[in-house]
């Protein structure tokens, strides 16, 4: 059973979040529901997932294929979920057709396999493309420079649909660093969207985490991801 604490506790912070969140879409210039706040759920515990849902939140992104499984059953049904982790090809076929959206399509090897398993199940997969906007080592995702030519590939690839950008900045001290890569972002975003092409269309921008959505929302982000100031600390 849940503690009675950790459910306040999640009603605090989501009550902070939220309105956080809704000063930064309003201070945008957009309006309620333009916006998505996803909730990053590694970790978590189904029972306290099913908490925020009741308390309002629509959207859940998990990182790894076997903890999505292994809590799918137990999450309330009406929920919308993306897969947002580092996704590996051999476990494509686990997911494809549990999750509304795969966020993190980060090599072509992967959207092609999202795309097979996906027609074998007779079903589309809408995806976003990873962009590894810091070039970091560290990361996966495309470079912005190689990103033009990627969509080509992939607009031919049956069984997915492109539908947006996502990206994990490096880790910035300040606001003022994190937002240029944003900035960086939202232009690739609305260049790549010029471009016509097949089952390509630049309608989600995911960007932004616990410690800096609203510079995101800023700067054009309407999908952001957040885990800690949610559900706390992950051990
Ligand atoms: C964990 C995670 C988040 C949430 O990060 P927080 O800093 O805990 O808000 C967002 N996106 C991805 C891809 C993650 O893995």
Redesign the pocket.
């Known amino acids: 059973m849940m503690e009675k604490s950790s459910i306040s506790f999640l009603e605090t912070n989501y009550n902070d979040i939220k309105s956080r969140f809704d000063a930064a879409v309003k201070k945008s210039g957009r309006k309620d529901g333009e916006v998505i706040l996803l909730a990053?759920t590694?970790t978590v515990a189904p029972e306290i997932i099913n908490e925020a849902i009741k308390l309002g939140i629509t959207h859940i992104g998990e990182?790894r294929v076997q903890e999505f499984l292994s809590k799918n059953d137990e999450v309330t049904k009406n929920v919308t979920r993306h897969f947002?982790?580092h996704l590996q090809t051999n476990k494509v076929k686990d997911i494809v057709g549990k999750v509304s959206m795969i966020e993190s399509v980060h090599s072509l090897k992967l959207a092609r396999e999202i795309g097979k398993c996906s027609e074998k199940i007779g079903t589309v997969t809408d995806v976003l493309i990873e962009i590894n906007i810091g070039g970091e080592e560290s990361k996966s995702g495309f470079s912005p420079d190689e990103i033009d030519a990627a969509i080509d590939e992939m607009s031919a690839i049956r069984g997915i649909r492109i539908r947006g950008l996502m990206c994990?900045p490096p880790i910035c001290e300040k606001s003022e660093q994190v937002k240029e890569y944003f900035n960086r972002m939202r232009k690739l975003f609305v260049d790549i969207g010029l471009k016509k092409r097949d089952n390509v269309t630049m309608e989600f921008l995911s960007m932004g985490?616990?410690?800096d959505f609203e510079d995101a929302i800023e700067c054009g982000s309407n999908l952001v991801?957040?885990?800690?100031?949610l559900f706390g600390k992950r051990n």
């Open positions: 990053a590694k990182n947002i982790g994990i985490m616990s410690s991801r957040v885990g800690t100031a």
